[in-house]
């Protein structure tokens, strides 16, 4: 909870008067599903892959099934899907849950109801799903549900500015906004709540379109909110934000380079599983309509396609401690997918899985490149004063691009991560030839050239390429192991002079949950062997 005096919380009560209705409900672009509502009706409430029993009784007094389903069930996005049935009994059901809430926590301001976040999205599914929250609601209710809209804008406009720094920030910036203009407001009040939001669009959207958090799937969460705020703007006749159009405008391409063939955003630094048509719904409103750029410059990652074929690396780090909360150690990572395939991917981050494993997602060896005796390239804090910050071991990451004289595309990075602690510098180069049939790669662990670091006389050291779950898996020998889609799309991996191995594995980033996969491994032991090659080549 952010620290703020408990005066200023209490003040809170008499800041300002209940508002006096509802002007307008913000359309929801996220994915809906009717089978939710027909559950809740039922008495049953599934959120976060768990299910929960109600038996009748409100899911607020109950013992909930998980973290991830109090942070869900708190933030009232469930709403979407009763809004979608339109059923009575389902609305009804949902008024009822929502009068329980105020009930409960309207007015104590402390737990998982009240983390800045979850406030943010409960203002913002409200105030969206109102009609069928008020569908036959009675005065009172009504009144009640006003006051409580009120009491979140007060507490929000109050804390925005103590907020992590971050997506957090920024969407209790979008959510100020939404209710700006859905609420009866003064034009002075609403032009002020969208000059906040462009400030904090134009520091963290930067100007190759990133979000500052380096997650490509944040930026496809900012848009599902941008865009209806802006066409809220437009149809209630109010002028938009000078900041919002080009900051969306600035999205659409990044969302675009991290679009894979399959359709699916690649898996760094906390990106999880995307469903298809909540990306088809945002870039439909793309109206940038240009190929993907080979570079984002911003937050540091590199692009390479030809043919069917995309390849997409990792090649920066954390803009600063507090932004590196939800970073990963995946340095000089990268996935490749081919037709309508992933083949080669990053573990993706577990949103509902216990902290073991979400902790683990953001290892070095959750990421398709080369971990050194076991170790990431960068450290994970476990202090709970400063959060699960990354503490750096990466911090300096060289980058050189160029196309050879038969017009492949080279990229050659290196970073520093294990210089401090083993000596060592990783080198890797990814070549894309022309046709996007065949990519050679290398990785180098290299000494350092300076005298004063001492190398580790022997190490265990391991070039991972984890392998999307629906990617069937041959050894063809000891040097090679054929890769095939379902479609029948194939490559085949190879490592001339080295055993290449196929492990189990888990991936992280699945609607269903985690699910078991394999990797192909290479081992070598620096510094008998510092360079490994390998290619992957598509078959006929």
């Excluded at 063809?476 to 054929?482: A, H, P, Q």
């Amino acid at each position: 909870m952010i620290g703020i005096a408990p005066s200023r919380l209490r003040f809170l009560r008499f800041a300002e008067r209940v508002p006096s209705g509802l002007v307008a409900a913000p359309t929801d672009l996220r994915a809906v599903d009717p089978y939710v509502a027909q559950e809740l009706v039922k008495g049953r409430i599934a959120l976060a892959g768990r299910v929960l029993e109600t038996g009748g009784a409100s899911p607020f007094s109950l013992d909930l099934p998980s973290a991830a389903f109090e942070e869900r069930l708190h933030a009232f996005g469930w709403l979407r899907h009763v809004r979608a049935s339109k059923s009575d009994e389902a609305c009804a059901r949902s008024r009822l849950l929502v009068s329980d809430w105020i009930a409960l926590h309207g007015r104590r301001i402390k737990g998982v109801a009240w983390t800045p976040e979850i406030v943010a999205q409960r203002l913002i599914s409200w105030l969206s799903h109102s009609p069928v929250i008020l569908q036959n609601a009675d005065a009172g209710f009504y009144r009640r549900f006003l006051k409580s809209l009120g009491y979140h804008v007060r507490y929000l406009s109050l804390i925005a500015k103590y907020a992590p720094d971050g997506e957090i920030r920024l969407k209790i910036r979008i959510a100020l906004a939404v209710a700006s203009i859905s609420l009866p407001n003064r034009a002075v009040n609403i032009a002020r709540h969208g000059m906040k939001l462009d400030r904090e669009l134009e520091r963290q959207v930067l100007p190759d379109g990133g979000h500052v958090s380096r997650n490509p799937r944040v930026m496809l969460d900012l848009l599902l909110d941008l865009l209806p705020l802006r066409q809220s703007y437009i149809n209630l006749g109010h002028d938009v934000p000078p900041g919002l159009v080009p900051a969306i405008d600035r999205m659409f391409p990044a969302i675009r380079f991290f679009r894979h063939q399959d359709g699916d955003l690649a898996l760094f630094n906390g990106a999880t599983v995307t469903l298809a048509n909540e990306l088809a719904s945002v870039l439909r409103y793309d109206e940038t309509s240009g190929r993907p750029s080979r570079a984002m410059p911003d937050i540091a990652y590199q692009r390479l396609s030809a043919g069917s074929t995309v390849v997409i690396v990792d090649t920066g780090l954390p803009q600063t401690l507090e932004l590196s909360k939800g970073a990963h150690c995946g340095c000089l990572s990268f996935e490749l997918s081919s037709v309508r395939n992933r083949f080669i991917v990053n573990s993706g981050f577990p949103p509902h899985a216990a902290t073991d494993f979400r902790r683990a997602s953001r290892s070095t060896a959750a990421h398709s490149t080369v971990t050194l005796d076991d170790t990431s390239s960068s450290r994970l804090s476990r202090s709970r004063l400063i959060g699960p910050i990354v503490i750096p071991g990466v911090t300096d990451v060289n980058i050189e691009r160029h196309m050879d004289d038969k017009g492949a595309d080279v990229l050659v990075t290196s970073h520093d991560g294990y210089l401090k602690q083993f000596g060592y510098i990783h080198e890797r180069e990814l070549e894309l030839n022309v046709t996007g049939t065949k990519i050679k790669g290398r990785d180098s662990i290299q000494p350092s050239q300076d005298g004063k670091k001492r190398t580790i006389e022997r190490l265990d050291a391991v070039s991972r390429f984890h392998i999307h779950p629906s990617i069937e898996l041959v050894q063809l020998n000891d040097e090679s192991v054929l890769m095939t889609a379902v479609d029948g799309t194939g490559w085949v991996f190879s490592a001339p002079g080295q055993i290449v191995t196929i492990a189990e594995d888990v991936f992280m980033a699945d609607a269903s949950g985690i699910r078991p996969s394999q990797q192909i491994e290479i081992s070598f032991n620096p510094p008998d062997t510092v360079d490994v090659r390998w290619i992957i080549e598509k078959t006929p």
